[in-house]
């Protein structure tokens, strides 16, 4: 009997999941593109593409364009599409569709780290933060994810085995730890220091450069590089640990893997953005939607729709209040909240890997 999808039943986005992944990657450079001209300054379309080719007139919009727009754009793209790969990585680690990287720590460990050397000042990094002053945020977020992340990590291992269920508690007690951390480092805070603040707990794209997208390009790099190898092994572990055992996955050298590929690759995101909620939950979530669980197209679409997300919503940001701007990590929870209780509103009852 024909489905409502056609003869086969299934929808059109999973029969032709090549198609999805050609729209969604035309979407996401779209998206792109169109967020170079908006802001406190609007500039023209033709003006955009010049100044991306090289043939700019060297004034106002060519400045705004490869000084701050460009890096900014690349900052939000490849951050969010880091964030839902971690996302889908975080999702088949567990075996469970409301996982994201937040689960292992590392965007209020990341928060905690940045929030400390703020109020703290150098007391946390030492000397550090007197040889590296502009360093000293990034670096003290991306210790806080990865510290945080380990310990985590090791509260879950049980007889040399990593425990998803252990990590999930173990993940849930340390982030609320943090969180009281973050509040009470919060209320000593003078006003100066609470706008700092703001920044690193709510996310923000204001301060990118070309140095921040070296970063998370850096860790993006990384991704590209191993995830092709780690298809299979990720569609295995799908049917259970024992069964990824018996089909010769080695399980707990993969949780490893999918741990610290995570924590480095979140990790370098809440350095350079702060705390940017909801991507890395919504994006592999509606991606599986449309190209089901197979982790062949599965990733590399909610890697796009990532990207896709955090260029819009870092568009809006700087347009919404012109001239001032909205937080990023608000825009993302506003915009995948209400889309995630859709998709579970229209899906309840479904299993993971339906």
Known sequence: MSGPGGPSGLPLTRRHPGITLALALVLASVACVASLGVGAVAIPLPDVVAALLGQGDGGQSSVIIEAVRLPRVLLATLAGGALAACGVLMQAFFRNPLADPALIGVATGGALGAVAVIVLGATVLGGFTALAPDLALPVAAFLGSLVTTLVIYALSRRDGTVDATGMLLAGVAVNAICGAGIGLLTFLATDAQLRNLTFWTLG???????????????????????????????????????????????????????????????????????????????????????????????????????????????????????????????LTALAGGPLFLWLLSRRRGAAFDA
């Open 204 to 330: 923000s794209l204001s301060s990118a450069g070309w140095p921040q997208v070296v970063v998370v390009a850096v860790a993006s790099a990384l991704l590209v590089l191993v995830l092709p190898f780690l298809v299979r092994p990720l569609n295995a572990l799908l049917l259970g640990d024992a069964e990824a055992h018996h089909l010769g996955v080695p399980v707990e050298a993969l949780k490893i893997g999918l741990v610290v590929l995570t924590s480095i690759a979140a990790g370098a995101v809440v350095a350079t953005c702060g705390v940017v909620g909801f991507v890395g939950l919504i994006a592999p979530h509606v991606a599986r939607l449309l190209v089901g669980p197979d982790h062949r197209v599965q990733l590399p679409l909610a890697a796009l729709l990532g990207a896709l997300l955090m260029a819009l919503a870092d568009a809006l940001a700087r347009t919404a209040v012109a001239p001032a701007e909205l937080p990023l990590g608000v």
